[in-house]
């Protein structure tokens, strides 16, 4: 765990020892550089949960906000952002199983869970492309804090003369009754890295559209509530989380 740390505090040593201040250099291939800008502050929203929920016309249930900041220095830019990340499910359950059952009815537990947590990111990107278009890839560390919640409740089925099963409403039966929920609170650390496409719209205004895949590691701090009747819950600890990629649509002004 100590050598995680070290690394994670580390890593944006070494990233900004790399001087990425560096003046531009007429030698350098044009297409292949970019040159100081008259607007090097950039402010920006990611806009992918208003589109999502245009398109979908629905909750978007795995969520991210970010609002950012970014500097620029000519082929690089240094950036900041602040993020506030959910995921969980669109119904109410991940998965059940059958926990008692009889000729004619059987119990299911149903089983549900999800987090949500904000966190601080800093690092750079380095820029590539033309005048109109050009692509980037940076990289992120993480410190946030988040929490993970989950439940089981449970259902009673019973067949009808049909011999189909069906949901019963007995909201007085004992196993009916017997909830179990859990919440468990995180230091979050990690990093990120992005690969991304700029799309200069105007002098003030930009687009870009960019994957981000991120890999987190999850500092187990406490456990602020646990109701537990039918000993579902294992003792929780530190825990790793690898994301393929977020899919980030970023508005940005840039002044």
């Not at 944006?12 to 502050?41: A, G």
């Not at 000519?74 to 109410?92: D, I, V």
């Given at each position: ?10 890593l ?26 008259s ?33 620029n ?11 506030y ?6 119904p ?7 926990v ?36 980037h890839v ?9 929490n ?19 949901l ?17 609170n ?70």
């Amino acid at each position: 765990m100590r050598n995680l740390l070290l690394l994670f505090f580390s890593l944006p040593i070494f990233i900004f020892s790399q001087d990425p201040f560096l003046d531009t250099n007429s030698n350098v291939d044009s297409l292949k550089y970019i040159e100081y800008e008259s607007q090097r502050n950039y402010f920006g929203l990611n806009i992918t949960p208003i589109m999502s929920g245009v398109i979908s016309n629905r909750n978007n249930h795995n969520l991210k906000l970010s609002a950012m900041y970014k500097r620029n220095y000519g082929y690089k830019n240094l950036r900041l952002s602040l993020n506030y990340l959910t995921e969980g499910s669109s119904p109410n359950f991940d998965f059940y199983i059958p926990v008692s059952s009889t000729d004619t009815s059987i119990y299911y537990r149903y089983f549900n869970s999800n987090y949500s947590y904000s966190d601080f990111r800093f690092g750079f990107e380095e820029l590539r492309g033309y005048s109109g278009t050009r692509v980037h890839v940076g990289i992120d560390a993480i410190i946030g804090y988040g929490n993970q919640s989950s439940n089981y409740f449970h259902r009673l089925f019973s067949k009808d003369s049909s011999d189909t099963y069906r949901l019963q409403d007995t909201p007085n039966d004992p196993l009916v009754k017997t909830i179990g929920n859990r919440v468990t609170n995180y230091l979050v650390t990690g990093l990120d890295v992005s690969f991304g496409l700029d799309w200069i719209m105007n002098d003030a205004f930009m687009l870009t559209v960019q994957i981000t895949p991120q890999f987190n590691y999850f500092i187990f701090l406490n456990q602020s509530q646990l109701e537990d009747p039918s000993g579902e819950y294992i003792p929780f600890g530190d825990y790793a989380d690898f994301k393929l990629g977020y899919f980030d649509l970023n508005l940005i002004y840039r002044f």
